[in-house]
Nanobody, 115 residues
Framework: QVQLVESGGGLVQAGGSLRLSCAAS????????VAWYRQAPGNEREWVAT???????IYADSVKGRFTISRDNAKSTVYLQMNNLKPEDTAVYYC?????????WGQGTQVTVSS
């Protein structure tokens, strides 16, 4: 069983920054990839970024160059540093992982970017 808890969301002006955290339970955390997704009102959930167990990273084109995903295995935590935020980044942000074929999602954290 894996539990994921996001934090760090909030209200920020366009051009500002936020850092999201995804804290995971479970000793196998370091062996798994973790991804961030987001969902804006009326939209489908979309993938944002992934970090592998080897700390390889990949980003959606919409956030490349502005967002950075990282992990601290000692703290079982994955971060999403978001810079130069835009109003279109407004969404609920979720972290996700898959362990032994089971899908795990956090409860989400709201990010609102005002223009």
């Amino acid at each position: 069983q894996v539990q994921l808890v996001e934090s760090g969301g909030g209200l920020v002006q366009a051009g500002g920054s936020l850092r999201l955290s995804c804290a995971a339970s479970g000793s196998i955390f370091s062996l798994n990839f973790v991804a961030w997704y987001r969902q804006a009102p009326g939209n489908e959930r979309e993938w944002v970024a992934t970090i592998t167990s080897r700390t390889d990273t990949i980003y959606a084109d919409s956030v490349k160059g502005r967002f950075t995903i990282s992990r601290d295995n000692a703290k079982s935590t994955v971060y999403l540093q978001m810079n130069n935020l835009k109003p279109e980044d407004t969404a609920v942000y979720y972290c996700y992982t898959r362990v032994s074929g089971q899908h795990y999602w956090g409860q989400g954290t709201q990010v609102t970017v005002s223009s």
